[in-house]
């Protein structure tokens, strides 16, 4: 690997730090299709031993499979795929109306096997790196979504322990400012309507969709719908429409 040319700012303890993304270019990648630009960030965990594992497999064509940056436990950040180009991280899935999301984003692995924590280190390179894809591609706090949200009949990462509610503290993400109204009727027709304006596929069966939007909003809470997720569900659907136009441009 070498050293790329965009060191991450780090500001904290005493003075400025940078850290380097290393470059490790795989030849899983291509142009995206019809000159569509990326308009959302898919992070996932990568779910092997380690760093170097993961990215061994998305450098090696015989796997087929990218993504633009990988972020070690350690906080070290690998660069595999220009940004310009279409890496191949999400597969088959939807995200606001749009279904070839590969050609419509960048993709973001995290060294994580999906059973514990995300360490501190790695998520303060995520914190460092995301404010500049964003800036770079016009992306808002909408568009970083979960593998899990735009595939949720094949994939739950970056799963439960994920801090979704942090990443939004620091406009990196998305979460909902409702409290449940006692008032608010339990209907799964709006809630699916908020969720479908929000930006989840509208070929989703009531328990996956359920299951996938508190996967990301209210990990390890079981059960039948209830008044707190019609709440979170609504206020999402009001403040985040996305705008399935362009999507499907």
Same mark, same amino acid.
Request: hydrophobic content about 30%; glycine content about 22%.
């Given at each position: 690997m070498r050293l790329g040319s965009g060191p991450l700012p780090d500001r904290?303890?005493?003075?400025?730090? #940078?850290?380097?993304i290393l470059w490790r270019p795989s030849p899983n990648c291509g142009a995206r299709r019809g %000159?569509? &630009?990326?308009? *959302?960030i898919v992070l996932h965990y990568t779910a092997m031993a380690n760093c170097e594992a993961a990215a061994d497999r998305l450098c090696d064509p015989a796997f087929e499979v990218s993504a633009h940056y990988l972020i070690g436990a350690d906080g070290a950040v690998i660069q595999m795929v220009d940004e310009a180009l279409r890496a191949w991280h999400a597969g088959?899935?939807?995200?606001?109306?749009?279904? !070839?999301?590969?050609?419509r984003s960048i993709g973001i692995e995290l060294?994580?096997?999906?059973?514990?924590p995300f360490p501190a280190a790695q998520m303060r390179a995520l914190h460092r790196l995301l404010p500049g894809i964003m800036r770079r591609w016009a992306i808002g706090p909408d568009?970083?979504?979960?593998?899990?949200? *735009?595939?949720? !009949? +094949?994939k739950s990462d970056p799963g439960p322990l994920f801090d979704w509610q942090g990443l939004a503290r620091l406009g990196l993400s998305v979460w909902p400012e409702a409290t449940p109204a006692p008032a608010l009727p339990v209907d799964g027709a709006v809630f699916r309507a908020a969720l479908e304006r929000f930006?989840? %596929?509208?070929? &989703?069966?009531?328990d996956l969709l359920l299951r996938a939007f508190r996967l990301r909003f209210r990990a390890g809470v079981d059960g039948p719908l209830d008044p707190v997720d019609m709440a *979170?569900?609504?206020?999402?659907?009001?403040?985040?429409? #996305?705008? +399935?136009a362009a999507a499907g441009a």
């Open positions: 904290g303890g005493s003075g400025l730090r #940078v850290t380097p %000159g569509v &630009l990326p308009d *959302m088959a899935g939807q995200w606001a109306g749009a279904g !070839d999301v590969n050609s060294d994580n096997d999906g059973r514990g568009g970083i979504i979960g593998h899990s949200d *735009m595939a949720p !009949d +094949r930006g989840y %596929g509208p070929d &989703l069966d009531d *979170m569900a609504t206020d999402l659907g009001r403040r985040f429409v #996305v705008d +399935r």
